[in-house]
């Protein structure tokens, strides 16, 4: 006697997660709170980056930030210093964040009322591209010293972003990096990504993304 | 390693399903994992035991079906597989084709009473 069936499911599991992000990504639009999801390998700048950002911005927007280091609060106490809202993801260790645990985050930042939350995900260049968080846009940096030719390796990641950040301009006299390769291979990936490059240590090309992002902030909120 | 992460929300999901279909006990669980896919099925395998302790689906087998990568060549639509044939139809030698499969995470199927 066999009373076992076959019950077919036929359920993508990143499906299960796209509809997680649809929904944050409503109830976010609804608050009026604009979700910058920002990549990169580690060490790219990304907590200068943001750094930066909030000072440029603190003075019009309420801020937060959410910081997915692995196993460390050492970014979330430097941003705290700004004075913005800022909590620590505890990832256990994971190499990416997906929509449920990006809405936890967001649960606990008490995002109410905030105008821009930053997510600073886990510095992988591979998993983070295949999990849509609930974002409103997605930014990638890529720093000087990392090469011109990660569009090569990694064409997912340059693929799902709309803005991609080619931050450490001021050491490019010492590495041979070609801006305009990384142009022509990011744009054959994704004609509509938006290419600025930054310093975030001298804020060059700054005023650039600080426009990008109210425009973007301002168009989440309309 | 990522796989860890999202099997337990595989199991969470089945779970979930089994609850709603009023399932008692589940013997199979058969994911699908295309050979482009970000999760590596020997890592799966490695990390499901962990992912179903103290759930209903402690006791369940797992069993993975690899998808082929394969994909259509836009200039004689001959369909050949990606990996094997290192991204280049091996009819025409272009380098223009659509992915038809290869890059899904399924849960095809449980078997279940
Ligand atoms: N020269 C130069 N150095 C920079 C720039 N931006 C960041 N750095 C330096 O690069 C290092 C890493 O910067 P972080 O901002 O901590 O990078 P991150 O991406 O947040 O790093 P993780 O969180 O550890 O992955 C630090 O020593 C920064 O001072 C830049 O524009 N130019
Ligand atoms: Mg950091
Ligand atoms: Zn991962
Ligand atoms: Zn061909």
Redo the contacts with the bound molecule.
């Keep these: 006697m066999n009373t076992y069936k076959i019950i077919e499911i036929k359920e993508s599991v990143f499906s299960n997660n796209d509809r997680q992000a649809d929904l944050l990504r409503e109830e976010l639009k609804n608050k009026k709170t604009f979700l910058l999801n920002l990549m990169s390998s580690p060490g790219s700048g990304k907590t200068t980056t943001v750094l930066r950002t909030i000072e440029a911005l603190k003075d019009e927007m309420k801020i937060g930030v959410m910081e997915a280091d692995i196993d460390s609060d050492v970014d979330a106490s430097l941003v705290a210093k700004t004075g913005a809202k800022v909590i620590q993801l505890h990832t256990g260790g994971m190499c990416h964040l997906d929509a449920d645990m990006t809405k936890q985050g967001i649960d606990a930042l008490e995002a109410d009322g905030l105008d821009l939350v930053i997510l600073e995900n886990v510095g992988n260049l591979v998993c983070p591209a295949e999990f849509d968080t609930g974002s409103s846009k997605n930014a990638m940096i890529l720093s000087v010293p990392e090469g011109d030719d990660k569009p090569l390796k990694y064409p997912l990641m340059f693929s799902v972003v709309d803005v991609l950040l080619i931050n450490k301009i001021d050491a490019m006299c010492i590495f041979d990096f070609d801006i305009e390769k990384v142009k022509e291979r990011v744009k054959k990936l994704n004609p509509n990504i938006k290419v600025i490059p930054i310093s975030a240590k001298t804020g060059e090309g700054f005023d650039e993304w600080i426009d990008w992002l109210k425009k973007e902030v301002k168009a989440w909120k309309e | 390693m990522h796989e860890l992460g999202v099997i337990i929300e595989v199991v969470k999901y089945v779970e979930d399903f089994a609850k709603k279909n009023k399932l008692t006990k589940i013997d199979t669980l058969v994911l699908q994992i295309g050979e482009l896919s970000a999760m590596i099925p020997r890592y799966i395998e490695a990390c499901y035991p962990a992912a179903v302790d103290g759930t209903m689906l402690q006791d369940t087998k797992l069993k993975i079906e690899i998808l082929p990568a394969n994909a259509i060549?836009?200039?004689?639509?001959?369909v050949?597989n990606v990996i094997q044939n290192d991204k280049v139809?091996?009819?025409?030698?272009?380098e223009v084709?659509e992915l038809l499969c290869g890059k899904e995470f399924m849960i095809k199927e449980i078997v279940a009473y």
């Design positions: 060549c836009k200039e004689c639509s001959n050949f139809c091996p009819n025409c030698k272009s084709w």
